[in-house]
């Protein structure tokens, strides 16, 4: 979780790249039968449980106006911090709008910020890691502007996007992306560098192939497990992140409700109406939890030499 | 090894130059401005220019920011546009609160978490192995805030046992100053503990794998010793990593964990800043940060050779 | 000189190791799965058992279900006893095995580059088998790791004794592992192939080494190979094993002159012998010649001065058209330096690589690209040279596809290139997980044909190979070269193999060319001191495996 | 058993390490002298009173600055640092003389010169000090303690404005002090007044520190508002900011803190009740909160439109939404304010109450053709996060299509003075709230103020309200001001120049130890005394 708006930097999750560890690869060869072992993880414990919520979520997210909800945006100031009663299942907030249809329809913004920011920040993260990782002269400049970049804190990154242009949904992920990136560039790199010297590579070389067609037939590809496994990580800081932005107010724009904004504009009546943080608290936890569960999974699944550890 | 510490030094220039002038832009371009500030809310667009012409601000930025290397050169940060006060003497008031906070946080942390992640690779697979790392992927998955309302309400209200908020200086006698720490420490351990104690386990796990764990085994020494000995001092290097990355991220500042707890932090001076748009605190926060981060990582790759003979600068 | 190895007086005692009808499954797999079944043979104490099999065979699992050191959760011992000096190890408990470690029976493993705690001074290590076994006091136990690391012959003891593993050589390290199990004069010893990754030289002084220290505790050895050289060198008796199974036991004699499976005949004869075959000298043009090549790898730093290491220096050769030229060396003589400096992959500091005629060293871009068709390269790691995530036939017809052949006519040529390497047409649609790694090279082999280049570069092809393996990889390679009359650049450390397959051989050392000339005078009549000893020091040189007899004395 | 031993060992050293390494983070603290913690309704940043018009420093003003003149509980004017004023019979030369024993906090007396710099400085960025010196001729000293203010025609304003507590109150500065030029901050922070500023400990976003000045000389009458005598029965009084309203009235109910200036509405349960806890609304006279329009672009530049917003709007959901709790806030149309002189509810129909279907037939009328309203909305400040919410609903509910931007406070005040189109970074509604103290009267209401691009954000154009200030400040008779101020408010509603909201009360909170805490539009922090815990 974002203590300070700094996301956790994914990549001290994923502890090392996987690189292709030289001489001890055989384990799995080819997605197909890595597929089968993420298969065979999911179908028990808590990745089963995982999937499960996420999809309830997601079904959530999709359906929430058959789910009996009323419209979140609707304000009815008479009815202020009423507590869950049969009309309002979860009670009301500050301008009297039904907590139950906001958290129902946060899930939404919550699950695209935390998508967009994955995906987001993967690409770009992929894009300047190849170019550090090959091309020599680009990697020392490079990394030193994802230091740099590091080093500034989300938080003013996010206020000053948010405050630049208008708090809308793209800023925010702008902002909620752009600390990742560094990570992922990082990542990606460690793996182009250890996969170049592969002798596989070597011999695409000798064969005379081009450096784009090097790159994308046979680097790109080594790099998609670990990414997939970053990504998570950052679907589930993502989500955080924009909760801690809307609780200092640098988040999205109050009216479409985001489980951030909820607890945000919640945090004032927090020992009258505990409800208004904990009902999106505890969504956002859990979704939090399967994500990183599911990256987990995902983890052992594609890394052969962690695979035996579970 | 000092020229190597000499030449990660002269290294930083460059990236803090870059990191200043980043955020330099960045300010300018950001809409809003200290002089409305100032002023409030009747002031008429020519009393604004002219506050804007007395802090400079209508010059063009590279002029500006030329002013500011000047200044900064001589190791003066300038003052608060806000409050007029030294830039410098604002973050000296809260690098106490950041520090002691932040150190507090990783002793803490370092103390359970790699523990917890030695049992858990020791473990492995059993009970106490899911338990450990379901705890810590729990532990990412709580904002700080509701972790925070919740240790107030049940151990400050509730019981009576810690103030609610404030920092009191550790000159103020001991316990008053790690009182008011308790709460926050555990707050934010819950995080730093989950990401620790995992890499612990897994960095060890990886190592188990090695052959001169075998060599050990075979030379009949007991499970715990090979454990112990050989393991974990093998898995040092990535565990120093994170707790260097741990330190840097507290030291920034827990702006969410400051605010809840009121305790007058780097954090919280970093938001009070950008809302008020109060730029030379900016950027002298700025500086301070990257050079924090710069400092932990060469002070970890320092670490490094004292854990592992072959890393020789 | 004879056969030095007379058989030692044998003291008729119980032997010191007994396998009873040992077998080992796979833990929790559906269908019992078996790693070794029924097991069984003894090991007296002096003498020298060799356990020989290929990859695969269950030789390391026995060893390990010895010592007790199976993994838990993946293999376990599931029938029959293993006595150390009588007592049953597979019904001790982890206790006692503790106690018999390193005090009753030992073990070395292969890689002695990863075998110690890295960051710990070695002296510790050894230290720490008399800590955990005996009362002795520290200034006591200093001097007898001290007297152990002088009776391994490691030269200034005191400074090895606080140096870290990184600062050792291989061998010096092999010779750390080896003091830190005979320390405590253990009965049994079982060496699980020490010496496969060191070079010639420094595995001559290792079994030597371990010769001598058996005749002075007069311990007994059980040690694992693969390489029939080392066996015909050092075995008493030999226990040859296939699929975990026993195949045949006996003593050397027996097994080497009249082995009575054909399984063991075939792994007999399919060492190569270092006599190397007659062949006409080549005529062909010059295809390839390297003129004052050298590579020198300069560590860039910005304040610091970078330490420059030379690779290679002064390299001169050429090689005509159907010639195979062997460039032979130790690890770190800059053989495959030159390898991958003619195919490009490395850029070289200074020199001349002519392919008829055009110079590929100084090369760039669209100009270098093209020549590239001109010569290609096998590496040695079989698992790690075809990208495991495309189908096969994309790898073999990637260099085609490159140069603008349609995709189904460069699909065609590769069906024809499968049949050429011998495998079956139909597997182009296969992954490389589906491939042993006797097939997965001849799909390398497949794949760099395609261009139909002038210059093959192999880099250790078969090194990591079974030997019956090996063979068949190196008949096929014949076979192409006769037809095609491609040559071949052949980089190799095993004598053996290069006295089978090179025309002409250059032996290198530290990156020079110490001695050059048609094989059969380089190898019968060395001229240089270091080929000399180089020839010497390749295990069982008097042995005539193809015949089943001793070579006569030359 | 030993696999601990390692750690602990480890961890051994790493508390030792941890302990020499906070003690280096000595810092002085305070000795434990009778002090009064409080919290503010902001941090205090800014100190210089009369660059700024925020509150927060106006409260620091009165703290260590004194006034030449007061305001009573009853709002009648009362002299303070002025022993006595004489009036001319034309009523056009006003001369003031000081009461002894006024010194700065350095020492030196206060002399008639101070008073004059610091009233120059004050009358350059105050409203009504700007009109008032349009009416100056001279002002001059007649000796230390005496000095003449020479008006063109007589009037009263310089009496208000030397005596009003909020806008710009006229705080008195030392002679060097008050030469600063009025758009830069000052530098010093000297005053006369029954309080020190300790500038060592001042932190800002932290804390800032009073210390009782202890030769300041109280004037005899009991304390009444910002008249009578100012003395101070305590030794400090700390200002700590607290950016969490939830910690704030915890720390209150745990005796961490003694008073807080505002108590949020919705925390009132928390608090009321408790025995050791006194609940009260100090500022008696209260907020107004009102929007205003842009008048520069459509659709807010067509009047009818203007009123049809204004129709649209009710009060009572404003307040509901802002307040919550009724005995907090009350509707009322009067652009100075309910319960002030010059209260009317001309026009209250039109504002007040909601009146959907007259506001949908004046927008078909004005043929509005859906161009969209950007209404502004700062997030990061409760007192006014929650009016443009509930705007932008019922603007959306008569048919208005509404663009609400959120933003954070400082692009907010940014943007405002912003006279580009709305589609290029400018605006068309924006929502704030006034102390009833700031606009009871024409002259120092800036919300009323209608002179184009020179007059207060929105820039309204009516040259008849300007007429009627005028008229307004040169009568002194208070009937007459009384028609001229409802005329006033006639024409401000009519041309929609502000809109109120209604008025809500600020409740305060302190704890049963603090006795005599004032009635004032400002929280003075005299005349309270604190018994044991």
């Known amino acids: 979780m974002p203590a300070n708006g700094n996301p956790i930097p994914a990549e001290a999750l994923r502890e090392k790249p996987l690189e292709t560890a030289p001489g001890r690869q055989p384990g799995i060869d080819s997605a197909a039968s890595a597929l089968a072992h993420f298969k065979r993880t999911l179908r028990r414990g808590p ?85 550090a990782g090959y091309i020599r002269l680009a990697d020392a400049v490079l990394m030193r502007v994802m230091d740099g970049l590091m080093a500034i804190p989300g938080i003013l990154l996010a206020i000053a996007l948010v405050s630049l242009s208008g708090a809308s949904l793209f800023t925010v992920l702008v902002a909620i992306t752009i ?132 | 090894m000092l020229a190597y510490i000499a030449r990660r030094l002269l290294a930083t220039v460059p990236v803090m130059g870059m990191v200043a002038a980043i955020v330099f832009a960045i300010l300018r371009l950001t809409p809003g401005d200290p002089a409305a500030i100032i002023a409030g809310d009747a002031a008429t667009p020519a009393q604004l220019e002219l506050i804007r012409r007395h802090m400079g601000l209508d010059q063009p930025i590279h002029v500006q920011f030329l002013l500011w290397l000047g200044q900064l050169v001589r190791g003066d940060l300038g003052l608060s546009l806000i409050s007029n006060v030294p830039v410098m003497g604002m973050i000296a008031d809260r690098i106490g609160p950041s520090l002691a906070l932040g150190l507090s946080t990783i002793v803490f942390t370092v103390i359970i978490a790699i523990p917890l992640g030695v049992i858990a690779a020791w473990r492995r697979g059993t009970l106490v192995d899911r338990a450990v790392m379901a705890f810590s992927v729990f532990g990412f998955s709580v904002p700080v805030f509701v972790t925070g309302y919740l240790l107030i309400f049940f151990f400050a209200i509730g019981l009576g046992w810690f103030p609610v908020q404030g920092y009191k200086p550790l000159a103020g006698g001991f316990w008053p100053f790690y009182q008011r720490l308790i709460l926050p420490t555990l707050a934010l351990s819950t995080i730093y503990v989950a990401l620790i104690a995992r890499i612990t386990r897994t960095s060890i796990l990886d190592v188990m794998d090695e052959d001169y764990i075998r060599t050990a085994r075979a030379k009949g020494v007991k499970e715990s010793t090979v454990f112990m000995r050989h393991a974990l001092r093998n898995a040092a290097v990535p565990i120093a990593t994170i707790v260097g990355i741990g330190m840097a991220m507290l030291i920034s500042g827990v702006v969410v964990t400051e605010s809840v707890f009121n305790i007058p932090g780097l954090g919280r001076l970093v938001v009070e800043a950008v809302l008020a748009r109060d730029y030379p605190v900016i950027q002298g926060l700025i500086l301070l940060f990257s050079l924090i981060y710069i400092l932990i990582n060469l002070a970890v790759d320092i670490l490094y050779t004292v854990f592992d003979p072959r890393i020789r600068y | 000189m004879s056969m030095e190895t007379d058989s030692p007086p044998m003291d008729k005692s119980t032997p010191v190791l007994i396998i009873d009808n040992l077998s080992v499954r796979v833990v929790g797999a559906q269908a019992v799965q078996y790693v070794a079944e029924n097991i069984s043979f003894e090991v007296k104490s002096g003498e020298t058992l060799c356990v020989v099999g290929e990859s695969g065979s269950g030789k390391s699992v026995t060893a390990l279900s010895v010592m007790g050191l199976l993994p838990k959760e993946s293999l376990e011992a599931s029938g029959g006893a293993i006595l150390v000096e009588g007592e049953n190890v597979l019904t001790a408990g982890q206790k006692r095995l503790r106690e018999l470690r390193a005090t009753r029976m030992a073990m070395v493993f292969q890689e002695p580059m990863t075998a110690l705690n890295p960051v710990e001074p070695v002296g510790k290590q050894i230290d720490e088998v008399l800590r955990v076994h005996t009362p002795l006091s520290k200034t006591e136990r200093r001097e007898r790791v001290l007297a152990m690391l002088d009776s391994v012959h490691l030269p200034e003891v005191k400074r090895i004794y606080d140096a870290y593993p990184h600062q050792l050589s291989g061998g010096q390290r092999q010779r750390i592992v080896i003091s830190m199990a005979l320390i405590l004069g253990p009965r049994l010893l079982i060496a699980d192939e020490p010496t496969t990754a060191l070079d010639v030289t420094t ?27 080392v066996v015909a060198e050092i075995a008493d008796r030999i226990v040859v094993m296939n699929r975990g199974r026993v195949v045949e036991v006996g003593r050397r004699e027996d097994i080497l002159s009249g082995p009575r499976q054909p399984y063991t005949r075939m792994l007999v004869s399919s060492v190569p012998s270092l006599i190397p075959r007659k062949r006409s000298a080549p005529a062909g043009e010059i295809v390839l010649d390297v003129a004052g090549l050298a590579k020198i790898f300069s560590e860039v730093r910005i304040f610091g001065r970078g330490r420059t290491v030379t690779a290679a220096e002064e390299v001169n050769l050429n090689i005509r058209r159907g010639e195979v030229v062997g460039v032979v060396g130790e690890s770190g003589s800059g053989k495959s330096t030159v390898a991958r400096c003619v195919v490009r992959l490395v850029n070289p500091t200074s020199g001349a690589i002519r392919i008829k005629g055009c110079d590929i060293a100084q090369a760039a871009g669209r100009g270098l690209r093209r020549l590239r068709r001109h010569i290609q390269i096998v590496f040695q790691d079989p698992y790690r040279s075809i990208n495991p995530r495309r189908r096969v036939g994309d790898s073999i017809i990637e260099g085609l596809i490159n140069f603008g052949t349609p995709r189904n006519q460069a699909l065609g040529k590769a069906r024809g290139l499968l049949r050429v390497v011998g495998l079956d047409p139909d597997v182009i649609q296969r992954y490389p997980h589906q491939f042993s790694g006797g097939e997965r090279q001849r799909i390398c082999i497949a794949r760099a044909l395609a261009l139909d280049p002038d210059i093959l570069v192999a880099d250790e092809p078969v090194s990591s190979l079974d030997v019956s393996v090996q063979a068949q990889v190196l008949k096929l390679r014949e076979e192409i070269r006769d037809r095609t009359g491609i040559a071949v650049l052949f980089i190799t450390h095993d004598l053996r193999v290069a006295a089978q397959v090179c025309d002409t051989i250059v032996v290198m050392q530290r990156g020079r060319i110490v001695e050059a000339g048609p094989a059969e005078q380089v190898l019968t009549g060395p001229r240089q001191e270091y080929t000399r000893a180089l020839i010497n020091a390749a295990p069982g040189r008097y042995w005539d495996f193809q015949n089943f007899r001793p070579l006569p004395p030359s | 058993m030993d696999l601990w031993s390692h750690s602990k060992r480890s961890s051994a050293r790493g508390l030792v390490v941890f302990a020499a390494l906070l003690a280096v983070l000595l810092m002085s603290a305070p000795g434990r002298a009778e002090t009064i913690t409080a919290v503010m ?79 120059k400085r004050f009358c350059e960025q105050d409203k009504m000090g700007q009109v008032l010196m349009t009416m100056v001729a001279d002002v001059k000293a007649v000796n230390d303690r005496t000095f003449q203010v020479i008006l063109k025609e007589p009037t009263e304003v310089i009496l208000t404005a030397l005596s009003k507590p909020s806008g710009l109150a006229a705080f008195i500065m030392p002679k060097r ?148 709790n009724p005995k907090y806030y009350k509707t009322c149309g009067a652009v100075f304010g309910c319960g002030t002189p010059f209260e009317s509810s001309a026009g209250a129909d039109m504002v007040v109450p909601s009146n959907p279907e007259k506001a949908m037939e004046l927008l078909k009328q004005a043929k509005y053709d859906g161009t969209p309203v950007v209404v502004l909305h700062a997030t990061d400040v409760s007192t006014i996060a929650s009016n443009p919410v509930v705007i932008t609903a019922a603007l959306r509910k008569v048919g208005f299509t509404v663009d609400l931007q959120s933003m954070d406070w400082m692009t907010l005040v940014g943007r405002r003075a912003s006279m580009e189109p709305p589609a290029k970074g400018g605006w068309n509604l924006f929502s704030t709230n006034w102390l009833i103290n700031e606009i009871m009267d024409p002259l120092r209401a800036a919300t009323v103020s209608a002179n184009g691009k020179r007059a207060w954000f929105g820039w309204p154009e009516v040259k008849q309200i300007e007429d009627l200030k005028m008229k307004f400040a040169r009568t002194s008779n208070p009937a007459e001001q009384k028609k001229l101020a409802e005329e006033v408010q006639k024409v401000v509603i009519e041309e929609g120049v502000m809109v109120p909201l209604g008025q809500f009360y600020v409740p305060s909170a302190y704890r049963s130890s603090l006795t005599g805490v004032l009635d004032s539009p400002v929280p003075y922090f005299w005349n309270v005394k604190k018994s044991g815990k």
């Open chain 4, 41 to 119: 309704h902001s941090g205090l940043r800014v100190l210089d009173p009369i660059i700024t018009t925020a509150h927060i420093v106006r409260n620091h003003g009165y703290m260590i600055y004194d006034t030449l003149l007061g305001t009573d509980a009853e709002g009648k004017i009362q002299p303070q640092m002025a022993e006595k004023w004489a009036v001319s019979p034309d009523g056009k030369t006003y001369t003031f003389t000081l009461r002894s024993g006024l010194k700065w906090h350095d020492g030196p007396p206060v002399k008639a010169e101070d008073c004059i710099a610091s009233i």
């Open chain 4, 177 to 324: 002090v008050a030469e600063t030029p009025s758009t830069t901050p000052i530098k010093e922070y000297i005053g006369s007044g029954p309080f020190k500023f300790v500038t060592a400990e001042f932190k800002p976003g932290i804390k800032a520190v009073y210390e009782k000045n202890k030769d300041y000389v109280p004037r005899s009458e009991p304390a009444s508002g910002s008249a009578g005598g100012k003395v101070v029965h305590v030794d400090r009084v700390e200002w700590v900011t607290m950016p969490d309203h939830m910690t704030t009235i915890n720390a209150l109910l745990a005796g961490e803190i003694d008073y807080t200036e505002w108590v949020q509405f919705d925390l009132l349960p928390m608090v009321e009740g408790k025995k050791d806890i006194q609940v009260r609304v100090i500022e008696k006279q209260g907020f107004q909160t009102m929007y205003r329009f842009n008048h520069l672009y459509p659709p807010f530049n067509n009047k009818l439109i203007r009123q049809a917003a204004m129709y649209a709007v009710r009060q009572e959901d404003v307040l509901k939404a802002l307040v919550g």
């Open chain 1, 47 to 131: 990745a089963l449980a995982a999937v499960l919520l996420l999809a309830v979520v997601v079904g959530v997210a999709f359906c929430a106006p058959l789910l009996g909800t009323t419209d979140p945006i609707a304000i009815n100031p008479a009815l202020r911090l009423k507590l869950p009663s049969h009309e309002h299942w979860l009670g009301t907030d500050a301008y009297g709008r039904d907590v139950y249809s906001r958290v129902m329809y946060g899930s939404r913004i919550s699950l695209i910020v935390g998508l967009g920011a994955a995906l987001m920040g993967v690409a770009v993260g992929l894009l300047i890691g190849v170019i």
């Open chain 1, 179 to 310: 600390p990742e990136i560094p990570r992922v560039v990082r990542l990606v790199r460690g793996v182009i560098l250890s996969v170049r010297s592969e002798p596989y590579v070597e011999a695409a070389i000798s064969l005379g192939t081009r450096v784009p067609t090097l790159l994308l037939r046979h680097m790109v590809p080594n790099t998609v497990p670990p990414l997939v496994v970053q990504g998570t990580y950052i679907f589930a800081s993502a989500i955080l992140t924009e909760a801690i932005l809307s609780f200092l107010g640098a988040g999205l724009p109050p009216e479409n409700s985001s489980w951030g904004n909820i607890m945000a504009e919640g945090r004032m009546y927090f020992q009258l109406r505990p409800g208004l943080i904990l009902y999106p608290g505890i969504l956002l936890s859990l979704t939090v939890l399967s994500v990183n569960v599911l990256g987990d999974a995902l983890r052992d699944a594609l890394d052969p030499r962690l695979a035996r550890r579970l």
């Open chain 3, 203 to 229: 595995q001559k002084q290792i079994l030597s080494l371990i010769r001598e220290l058996r005749e002075k505790q007069n311990t007994a050895v059980m040690f694992i190979t693969h390489d029939f050289g």
